[in-house]
């Protein structure tokens, strides 16, 4: 299984970018996605989710509202799409599959995704 996360790169304060999270080995259409991220000296926080079947999408109530995120079985490729990008927004941002549903509750859980991604970086500064 690999996954190939790209996307990542410098943004102004209020920009975009779309991180791309390319799979293979695993069917994204059977697993559910998540995208992580990660600033020096902390743990992996839960960004987004997004589940297989019904596409039920999660989101911590720190991007809730400006990220989103999607994918396209066909492709077997995930995105997460960063709006309105803070500079607390900076982090290396990871994706992640898991289970085919994991408990709503744990969406967040970076110990119930299995494969992983190898992080690509994204830095918000003026």
């Known amino acids: 299984v690999q996954l190939q996360a790209s996307g990542g790169g410098l943004v102004q304060p209020g920009g975009s970018l779309r991180l791309s999270c390319a799979a293979s080995?695993?069917?994204?259409?059977?697993?559910?996605i998540g995208w992580f991220r990660q600033t020096p000296g902390k743990g992996r926080e839960g960004v987004a989710s997004?589940?297989?079947?019904?596409?039920?999408?999660y989101y911590s109530d720190s991007v809730k509202g400006r990220f989103t995120v999607n994918k396209d079985n066909a492709k077997n490729t995930a995105y997460l799409q960063l709006n309105s990008l803070k500079p607390e927004d900076t982090a290396v941002y990871f994706c992640?599959?898991?289970?085919?549903?994991?408990?709503?509750?744990?969406?967040?859980?970076?110990?119930?995704?299995?494969?992983w991604g190898q992080g690509t970086l994204v830095t918000v500064s003026s």
């Open positions: 997004i589940r297989a079947s019904d596409r039920r999408t």
């Open positions: 080995g695993v069917s994204l259409s059977d697993a559910q």
């Open positions: 992640a599959t898991g289970a085919r549903h994991i408990i709503v509750s744990q969406w967040a859980n970076p110990s119930l995704y299995n494969n």
